[in-house]
């Protein structure tokens, strides 16, 4: 077996599926040691790096869910912003309104997400390409407009700010929603992480590379394209809900075009496709306008050459580069479109 | 091979930890103030659609660098440290973080955007050492109630929608009066203090229509306006849509004069419109205390000028002038043995401040934060422009 | 009132007809949904600013200089974005005229962020009265030009040898390829025709709205719903879609409520899409998956 797995004219994959266990001991171990910085890591910051950072958190968790369904379901739905607003005002609305604390909010901001995706995905079967495209975009502007003008509900134009933000009655500073933040997000990435590994996940991938031949394998599209929905809901949502908290306030202005555009190029620079890329996307497109802070003006232009270099260069993103050079970091089911 | 790979997890998780550790600023007995310097942070939309709302900052700093060049106060210089918020709630808040544990300053003067402040608001609730002078966002809820550490130099929004309805009722006979609005956050705190304010006179607005940023035409808003029969109709809306609606107006008759808010120059709406029979009859309440060309503001056309030689010179500019000279004045007033809560307490001791930039005296009480009460309204007659505080008889 | 309104709606609705062909035009040439039309449409008004202003022309000459300029955008971006990424899925062509709209709008803002900038009428004057409705000459204008336009694309695609080449361009590459057609050139060239388009339509409208970088969000979403109420791909449905959209608009504002104008659009699009897909005058296309 040694000499077969050591030759070098077998593909990757045997080698992989032959020596599997160093692999994922070193996986582990990589991974064990990213935790323990991430949990000590509040130590060395200040409250505006700590700021950043969470809002970093926020942003992959966002990248993470909408991947779900333009990068592995391959439907061009503009739907982050959506889900993303719902999320944040159901949320805060329900600690405003009813105040109910944190936590639970929190919940019933994911839950509305995940309501709000799998509602979606059902016009979103009839609806394909540009259309469902252009459709996505006008309903995240009508939901914009209900938050304006439903002003007895939503507190209208000007938002609303949450009230304290505790859990177990402890207000929760930075550092104490670096912590929350940081759990929910790793909970909810490992959750996708755990579905796009099952029969689901490979459901969404063929369904995308070519959805007569899935549905010919015995594939409920319609009920897979429903719960990518639902599923992206749920994350994005989740999302939402901690970018509430985050800012301590929730205004119409923070879910509109930019918004969705923001997401859709953290995604691509990621990797459509790939989680680790939007891990990274995320953290790189959150952290390049603070240091691009002493150069205004440039953000927007610095942006958009970004993305065209990456759609030329790296139509992949950074996953794609991520797993031609660090192996250890691959990804199962990291196959974007126009793959074999 | 494993042990290559190991090692190089384990210094990658340390140079990470390492990358985060910020540089350690020098310590100091006043953050933000050392021997010979003061540190001031700023923050105003710099880029994205609101730019320019960035004009304040401009005219703020540049009274901030004339105390410079004339010495500084008690020997110390004052170092601005300048930040975008590009009028986003979460940047302002990153952008206050940044400026307040970062780089350590001594106070912050800033916000043109009312959304953006209102997010930092929690913020300096949370840090109530730190001074914070608004630099131009107009939102009454900012300074109402009062936080201690938040200071607003500026006409608020209910001041302005007041000074409108009050001006409006100046004309014989008016009792019928329209609002054209957007209907966005800052088109609300101007229309309910307006619809306020008219109750408390015993009138209701006739008809209340929006335009929303980015329309092409008023056709629909202007007619529904006209057939409520108005005879003046307050106007809250940015260039561009005020433009189309003045066009329109003058297009389908509608006859009233019109009202409008702070923050447009009469002679650019003019210039604008080109239709000097749209524009003979718009009103624009005026936060200033003179025109850009009396003598009198010369020195202050001159001063921005300086240090800003490229920018629009507009009525914006001088916007933010009057929270830079009372916090000069503060630290003035304070000594030379600097402290924040001594700054405050010189603020909160400036009463009828009136350095001949804004349309009335500045004054502070610990109860009182908006320091401005008072503004008039600014028309052409004939090609230039006149303030008034009534509807012209001569109209 | 109700004839004031269709009047100015079809004056308002000529220019998402403009904006709306310039987009049909690329997207039947090239199946790309050029989500960076709006900035053409900015773009073509900010090229009459910076020519009379920057560089003081006259008003006639900075219109040629600035629809010279956008068939040049309209050019080199089909040749070095789109054509290199013609085979790459939709997702990338889309995403690419993004980051050309963002890259557009940032340089603008770079120049003119802080300023909204006037353009005079190309026709000024007294407004006229014609039967019960009045009009600016600038409206007269603009649904005079729309028209014209709508008529030479008429008799261009119809009647002329080289319109129809051009619609066998479109509809089957492979096989007018195969008969000698140069595919690329003629894609190339529509694209220049296209950003024309759209800036001929900021042009026109930029007097009333005054130049800002911004200015193009707007028009992109109604030049969207055009297409999709007219049949998205359809010349004459995207003429008569954005016609519809701006009668539409007026019309709920003046008899329902203002506050709705804003998202008619949006409400147009989700309703044909869900009732009618093929919008009025459409006919199935095939969809870039």
Not at chain 3, 29 to 55: D, K, P, R, W, Y
Request: aromatic share 8%; proline share 5%; charged share 15%.
């Amino acid at each position: 077996m040694r000499e077969l797995t050591s030759s070098p004219a077998l593909p990757r994959v045997a080698r992989n599926l032959a020596a599997p266990s160093r692999e994922r001991a070193l996986r582990r171990t990589a991974l064990a040691a990213t935790l323990v910085v991430l949990c000590v890591l509040p130590f060395f910051v200040n409250d505006y790096v700590q700021f950043v950072i969470n809002t970093m958190i926020v942003y992959c968790l966002v990248a993470v869910g909408f991947n779900v369904v333009i990068g592995y379901l391959g439907q061009l739905a503009f739907v982050s912003a959506g889900f993303f607003g719902v999320g944040a005002y159901a949320t805060g609305l329900s600690m405003a309104h009813l105040g109910l604390p944190f936590p639970l909010a929190a919940v019933i901001g994911t839950l509305a997400g995940g309501l709000v995706g799998g509602l979606v995905g059902l016009p979103a079967l009839r609806v394909r390409g540009h259309y469902l495209a252009i459709i996505s975009l006008a309903v995240g502007e009508i939901l914009r407009w209900v938050y304006v003008h439903a002003e007895a509900v939503t507190f209208g134009a000007g938002g609303f700010t949450l009230p304290d933000v505790r859990l177990g009655g402890q207000l929760l500073g930075d550092k104490g929603k670096y912590y929350v933040f940081l759990a929910a997000a790793v909970a909810a990435i490992a959750a996708t992480s755990l579905l796009l590994r099952s029969r689901f996940g490979r459901a969404f991938v063929a369904v995308r590379n070519n959805e007569p031949a899935a549905a010919s394998l015995g594939i409920r599209v319609k009920r897979v394209k429903v719960i990518a929905f639902a599923w992206s809901g749920l994350v994005i949502g989740l999302a939402g809900a901690l970018y509430a908290a985050l800012n301590g306030r929730v205004s119409p202005d923070s879910f509109g075009l930019a918004q969705v555009l923001l997401h859709f190029a953290i995604v691509m620079i990621g990797g459509l496709g790939s989680l680790l890329g939007s891990v990274l996307g995320a953290v790189l497109l959150t952290g390049a306008p603070e240091l691009l802070r002493n150069f205004p003006g440039l953000e927007e232009i610095v942006f958009s050459l970004m993305l065209i270099g990456v759609l030329f260069f790296m139509p992949k993103g950074l996953g794609g580069l991520v797993a031609r050079t660090v192996p250890l970091a691959r990804e199962r089911l990291f196959r974007s479109n126009g793959d074999a | 091979m494993q042990f290559t790979k190991r090692r190089a997890m384990w210094s990658l998780a340390a140079a990470t930890a390492l990358a985060v550790v910020p540089a350690l600023s020098a310590a100091q007995a006043t953050t933000g103030v050392s021997p010979d310097k003061i540190r001031i942070g700023m923050f105003g939309p710099l880029t994205g659609p609101t730019a320019v709302g960035s004009l304040p900052l401009l005219g703020a700093s540049a009274i901030y660098k004339s105390v410079n060049d004339r010495g500084g106060i008690h020997g110390r210089k004052i170092e601005l440290v300048i930040e975008d918020d590009a009028c986003d709630p979460n940047k302002a808040i990153a952008a206050t973080k940044k400026l307040v544990s970062q780089e350590q300053v001594f106070m912050v003067h800033g916000g043109w955007c009312s959304g953006a402040v209102m997010a930092i608001k929690p913020e300096l609730a949370r840090t109530p050492d730190v001074p914070f002078m608004v630099l131009g966002a107009a939102n009454s809820a900012i300074s109402t109630p009062v936080t201690p550490n938040i200071f607003h130099p500026i006409a608020t929004t209910a001041t302005v929608a007041r000074s409108m309805v009050d001006f409006a009722l100046t004309k014989p006979g008016a009792k019928r009066v329209a609002i054209i609005s957007h209907s966005d956050e800052w088109g609300k705190s101007h229309l309910e203090p307006a619809l306020a304010q008219l109750k408390a006179q015993g009138l209701e607005s006739v008809e209340t229509v929006y335009l929303e940023r980015g329309q092409v035409d008023a056709t629909s808003q202007v007619l529904r306006l006209k057939a409520a029969k108005p005879d003046v109709v307050l106007a809250v809306l940015y260039p561009p849509e005020l433009t189309i609606y003045l066009r329109d107006s003058l297009k389908y008759g509608v006859k009233a004069p019109t009202v409008t808010t702070q923050g447009v120059s009469i002679e650019d709406m003019v210039k604008r419109v080109a239709m000097p029979a749209a524009t003979k009859e718009l009103f624009v309440f005026y936060p200033l205390a003179d025109t850009l060309d009396s003598p009198a503001y010369r020195k202050w056309v001159d001063l921005y000028r300086k240090y800003n030689p490229k920018d629009p010179v507009e009525t914006l500019s001088f916007m933010g002038m009057t929270g830079a000279l009372a916090v000069v004045e503060a630290l003035e007033k304070a000594g030379p043995d600097l402290t924040r809560e001594k700054f405050m307490a010189e603020l909160n001791k400036l009463r009828n401040f009136d350095p001949g930039i804004q349309s009335g005296p500045l004054t502070f009480t610990p109860e009182q934060h908006a320091g401005i009460s008072a503004g008039k309204v600014i028309y052409m007659s004939g090609d230039k422009p006149q303030i008034a505080a009534k509807y012209p008889a001569s109209k | 009132m109700l004839v004031q309104l269709l009047v100015s709606g079809i004056a308002v609705g000529s220019v998402y007809a403009l904006v709306a062909l310039g987009m049909t035009i690329l997207y039947r040439s090239t199946t790309v949904v050029n989500f960076c039309h709006g900035e053409f449409f900015m773009l073509g008004a900010f090229g009459v600013v910076v020519a009379q202003q920057l560089l003081g022309w006259s008003y006639g000459v900075s219109i040629v200089f600035a629809l010279v300029l956008l068939l040049a955008v309209g050019v080199l971006t089909e040749r070095v974005l789109i054509r290199p990424l013609r085979n790459a899925p939709f997702v990338t062509l889309a995403m690419m005229t993004v980051a050309l709209s963002y890259l557009l709008k940032g340089v603008s803002r770079f120049f003119y962020g802080r300023e909204v900038v006037p353009l005079p009428p190309l026709l000024a004057g007294e407004p006229i009265e014609l039967g019960g409705a009045v009009l600016f000459a600038q409206d007269a204008l603009i649904v005079g030009f729309t028209a014209v336009v709508v008529a030479g694309f008429f008799v261009f695609f119809q009647r002329t040898q080289l319109g129809k080449v051009i619609q066998a361009a479109s509809q089957a590459p492979r096989g007018a390829s195969l008969v000698g057609i140069n595919v690329p050139l003629l894609r190339n060239a529509m694209w220049g025709v296209g950003a024309v388009m759209g800036a001929a339509a900021g042009i026109l409208i930029a007097p009333n709205t005054l130049v800002y970088p911004d200015m193009g969000g707007h028009m992109l979403i109604r030049a969207f719903a055009a297409m999709c109420l007219g049949g998205f791909g359809s010349f004459p449905g995207a003429v008569l879609g954005g016609v519809t959209l701006g009668v539409l608009e007026n019309l709920v504002g003046g008899f329902v409520s203002s506050a709705l104008v804003e998202i008619t659009a949006y409400l147009v699009i989700v309703a044909v899409l869900v009732l009618r897909p093929q919008g009025i005058l459409g006919e199935g296309r095939s969809v870039r998956a």
